[in-house]
């Protein structure tokens, strides 16, 4: 068990999702990066959808109840300290140690989103088939809400490595090249109302530069900067139809909103453009102040960039390795090295 002692940030429990349900009005939910979820669970050797905790703005303190493995994926860092007051780093990209009563202390999360995976996964309900938090309607995760100080979260049995018939060894695994948070403009394909626009204002959504404003959640991300027209012979309303995250919907007063993995299913205003799947995990790491760009995309190039961000993940979670290398004793032991054995001094 692990119970949370502090916890000033937007802390949630999230796995993949929970996608089959839209057509009833359930979002999608789940991580707002897939991939570094998946990383954090890699690296203490947990199903790529066990449940972690996503950390926004500000990391929390916990404590183990019991030994256990926690890992860390994206632009966070922290210090461990045990009972009697020792401490040492517990960096990103890599998995860590907790002996029972350690205390685990996170920063700030400087790339606006990061994982806390523990080996085994958190326990909480399974709410249709998924176990993230949809905050606003109370749903999943830990009682359907952020975390707060006092909390105390189960953990599932660990699928870590056991040597021979002894106790479970935990094994520290780190991530020697992480992947870079890139700063090219992101990459959408036009519409699905692109004609309820100006030319202008289509034209600005890929020349002109948009500031993440105060008023970003995991629903969406309201813009700001040059007004996107709306075409006075349609309006700037439609018949509500479906949404996804990724669509970039704009209002009546033309700043576009992009919408995020917690988004309703369906939505009256114009959509303007779409980011395509491979860039959906960059605007999980906007923060308010951000500038943002946009570049249209074919749906052919679209294809291709989802083809190669699938493939460079798996190249990454490949080079996950042991984090030092040093012997490890009870492997030592319980192998059976010797061959045979000679008398050196016996001459022949």
């Known amino acids: 068990?692990?119970?949370?002692?502090?916890?000033?940030?937007?802390?949630?429990?999230?796995?993949?999702?929970?996608?089959?349900?839209?057509?009833?009005?359930?979002?999608?939910?789940?991580?707002?990066?897939?991939?570094?979820?998946?990383?954090?669970?890699?690296?203490?050797?947990?199903?790529?959808?066990?449940?972690?905790?996503?950390?926004?703005?500000?990391?929390?303190?916990?404590?183990?109840?019991?030994?256990?493995?926690?890992?860390?994926?994206?632009?966070?860092?922290?210090?461990?300290?045990?009972?009697?007051?020792?401490?040492?780093?517990?960096?990103?990209?890599?998995?860590?140690?907790?002996?029972?009563?350690?205390?685990?202390?996170?920063?700030?999360?400087?790339?606006?989103?990061?994982?806390?995976?523990?080996?085994?996964?958190?326990?909480?309900?399974?709410?249709?088939?998924?176990?993230?938090?949809?905050?606003?309607?109370?749903?999943?995760?830990f009682k359907g809400r952020q975390l707060a100080a006092g909390d105390r979260l189960d953990v599932l049995p660990s699928a870590s490595q056991k040597i021979g018939d002894g106790e479970t060894v935990a094994i520290e695994l780190q991530l020697p090249n992480p992947p870079l948070f890139g700063a090219s403009p992101l990459r959408v394909l036009a519409g699905p109302q692109q004609e309820y626009f100006t030319a202008q204002a289509r034209a600005r959504l890929v020349e002109d530069e948009f500031i993440v404003s105060p008023q970003a959640d995991r629903m969406g991300l309201r813009l700001a900067g040059p007004r996107l027209e709306h075409d006075p012979r349609y309006g700037a309303d439609i018949v509500s139809d479906g949404v996804t995250p990724g669509t970039i919907q704009v209002p009546a007063d033309g700043n576009p909103i992009v919408l995020l993995a917690d988004c309703q299913t369906i939505g009256g205003y114009p959509k303007i453009a779409t980011v395509i799947s491979a860039d959906l995990p960059r605007l999980g790491h906007a923060l308010p102040g951000q500038k943002l760009r946009f570049a249209e995309v074919s749906i052919e190039e679209a294809q291709a960039a989802r083809r190669q961000a699938t493939k460079a993940l798996t190249e990454t979670l490949a080079s996950i390795c042991p984090t030092n290398a040093e012997f490890n004793l009870d492997a030592l032991y319980t192998a059976n090295l010797i061959d045979g054995v000679i008398d050196a001094q016996q001459k022949n």
């Open 1 to 141: 068990m692990i119970e949370i002692l502090a916890c000033n940030g937007a802390a949630t429990v999230q796995d993949t999702g929970r996608p089959g349900f839209r057509h009833l009005g359930v979002p999608l939910s789940g991580a707002l990066d897939g991939g570094l979820l998946h990383i954090a669970n890699a690296l203490v050797s947990n199903r790529p959808d066990a449940a972690a905790i996503e950390l926004r703005l500000v990391g929390p303190r916990l404590r183990a109840e019991a030994a256990t493995l926690i890992s860390l994926a994206g632009a966070v860092d922290g210090r461990i300290e045990d009972a009697h007051g020792n401490s040492r780093v517990a960096r990103a990209w890599a998995s860590h140690r907790l002996g029972a009563g350690d205390t685990l202390i996170l920063g700030a999360i400087r790339s606006g989103v990061a994982y806390l995976a523990i080996a085994g996964g958190i326990d909480v309900p399974r709410v249709l088939g998924s176990r993230s938090t949809y905050t606003r309607a109370q749903l999943g995760g």
